[in-house]
């Protein structure tokens, strides 16, 4: 028995279990010995082996696309949970159809289905089951990837299916292409060394994407994060804090808005922890990115835990009064109780909550606070959710997340004592619901004026979507001239979660022009080709570039010797998958 069967698995295409052989990786299938394979006889010295008739290797047929023939197979790409997960599905959706697949919209035209899973709650990871279950009813191939088979490697529903771990979505196409030829392949280790990453456990951010917004570009600057959490199960799958380098970031960033992106959100497990393992700050982060950032582009940045933002709290103040920057940042409380934050080990009080909260609004005017609510923690007292409610009706937070309670297997909150009765937790979380929905937080706005960031369609498909300095929704009317632009709307009507906003037109035409042309949907963006130097950058920045014609001739030369190269490689990559799957199929035969 191979002491690594539980890392890789390869089992034979027709499920037998009896040539199933254990790998260390993928890349070991054709380079084990000869005698790799062998059965051992040495206890049976009187049976001879049958005689086998041996047949050439078949050559290649043409086929129909999809038909277990890797690299031209549909592959659908569902994601649940944060950010960073999306994030994870885009260069999953990049790395693919840049290796030749199709990656579709659908599922139900899909050769294969990779579920890109998020283990926070347990509603997420149902839905995750019942999935797999359909996608499997379908009779179609599965790949899990995400934090739950990464955090859970011997769950149920998982066993006999292939699985790409956080720290390996830069070899999906591999897992795919193995999954297809009808074997199991697991990889949940870190990532292979890269210079891209210092021999992190890090993907490289410079990897082929496919954004679900062409408009909106998700950067982690950081995997996971300082903290032990009592009911988080994330920790268990992204493992400790790594940030990226500075200098990859602010590449990604510049490559990025060379293709046309207008909005730039920096994601992680928590933010304000970036930099402390590698001796750089968030502050200091992101006043390098605004350096690049040219008018007409904005930057979100994403959730912080309030230990780590504390520290940085005049830093930040100044950031987020930025031009280029919303003001809106996501700081969780959880709870309003001391005693539940100490039984969650939050690292934090209440005060400490309510000061950086505090200290935001009264230096950045008008900034919107995101915030998460736990109900019914074990333990949790009448008088806690009290306390809870009463900081909601204070602040009336405008964006407000509410979860109740769920026991996450294998972390220490699933076995605390004092279990808040279902029917209490639900109460609870209805009640605070009910005090989220009672205030109004535009009722004020109408006529108000806003300079918006027109970036996607909304839900009803008869607006745009846009958001002002605050990163509140406001819905514009539909048209094509405005999209990915800068432009002033009049508040006409207002909701609980939005505004409506009529167009301005003299603000149109003065909107900051569009460098690059607006990316349509499913664009692969390679980013590990060199922005250019003219594209999207400060109008001082472009005058000090564009007066050298030797120089453009130096790049127009070093443009095509980079795509000659890039053309090379990936023939060569190509030849190599059709010789690996002719392999396959000799070795299929044999065994």
Not at 466 to 486: C, S, T, W
Request: charged share 20%; aromatic share 6%; with cysteine.
């Amino acid at each position: 028995t191979c002491p690594h069967k539980d890392l890789c698995t390869l089992a034979s295409p027709s499920g037998d279990e009896q040539m199933a052989e254990a790998l260390l990786d993928i890349e070991d299938v054709g380079q084990q010995g000869s005698d790799s394979f062998a059965p051992d006889r040495t206890h049976r010295p009187n049976v001879l082996p049958k005689r086998r008739t041996h047949r050439p290797a078949r050559e290649p047929a043409e086929k129909p696309v999809g038909d277990n023939i890797p690299n031209v197979g549909r592959v659908h790409i569902r994601t649940w949970g944060c950010s960073h997960n999306n994030s994870d599905g885009e260069y999953m959706a990049g790395l693919l159809a840049a290796e030749g697949y199709t990656v579709t919209e659908s599922s139900n035209d899909a050769d294969v289905i990779i579920l890109n899973s998020c283990t926070v709650k347990t509603p997420s990871e149902d839905n995750f089951n019942n999935a797999i279950r359909e996608a499997q009813e379908r009779h179609q191939h599965v790949v899990v990837a995400g934090c739950v088979p990464q955090a859970q490697p011997s769950a149920k529903m998982i066993q006999g299916l292939s699985v790409v771990g956080v720290r390996q979505i830069d070899r999906v196409a591999e897992v795919v292409g193995e999954t297809m030829l009808g074997r199991t392949v697991r990889l949940l280790g870190g990532p292979r060394a890269s210079s891209a990453t210092d021999g992190k456990r890090l993907v490289a951010l410079n990897l082929p994407k496919i954004r679900k917004n062409p408009l909106i570009e998700i950067i982690p600057i950081n995997s996971s994060c300082l903290n032990a959490c009592t009911y988080c199960k994330t920790k268990h799958a992204r493992g400790d804090l790594a940030s990226y380098p500075p200098e990859e970031i602010v590449e990604r960033v510049q490559t990025c808005i060379a293709e046309g992106v207008v909005e730039i959100w920096l994601t992680s497990e928590d933010t304000g922890a970036y930099g402390r393992d590698i001796g750089v700050t968030l502050p200091a982060l992101l006043w390098r990115i605004v350096e690049v950032m040219p008018e007409g582009v904005m930057l979100r940045v994403g959730m912080t835990n309030p230990p780590y933002i504390q520290e940085h709290l005049e830093e930040m103040t100044k950031l987020l009064s930025h031009p280029r920057v919303y003001s809106f940042l996501h700081i969780p409380l959880q709870s309003a109780s001391d005693a539940i934050l100490a039984s969650m080990k939050r690292e934090y009080c209440l005060d400490d909550f309510c000061h950086i909260v505090d200290y935001l609004q009264s230096k950045v005017p008008g900034i919107t606070i995101a915030t998460d609510i736990i109900c019914a923690f074990p333990g949790e007292t009448d008088e806690d959710f009290e306390a809870t409610r009463a900081i909601v009706e204070k602040y009336k937070f405008p964006s407000l997340f509410i979860n109740q309670f769920y026991p996450r297997p294998g972390t220490p909150a699933a076995s605390m004592y004092g279990r808040v009765p279902t029917t209490v937790a639900k109460e609870r979380t209805r009640e605070l619901s009910s005090i989220f929905r009672s205030y109004q937080p535009y009722d004020n706005r109408v006529g108000l004026t806003y300079r918006a960031l027109v970036t996607e369609v909304a839900s009803d498909k008869e607006h745009y979507v846009a958001h002002n300095r605050f990163y509140e929704q406001i819905l514009v009317p539909m048209r094509e001239d405005i999209l990915g632009k800068m432009i002033d709307v009049r508040i006409v009507q207002v909701g609980k979660f939005y505004m409506e906003g009529e167009i301005l037109e003299t603000s149109v035409a003065a909107a900051p022009p569009l460098v690059a042309a607006l990316p349509k949907k499913g664009t692969i963006s390679f980013a590990g080709k060199s922005p250019s130097s003219f594209a999207r950058q400060p109008p001082q920045q472009q005058a000090a570039v564009g007066t050298s014609g030797s120089h453009s001739w130096a790049s127009l030369g070093t443009l095509l010797w980079v795509v000659f190269a890039l053309v090379s490689m990936d023939l060569l990559r190509h030849l190599a998958r059709w010789y690996q799957y002719q392999q396959h199929e000799e070795e299929h035969l044999q065994h």
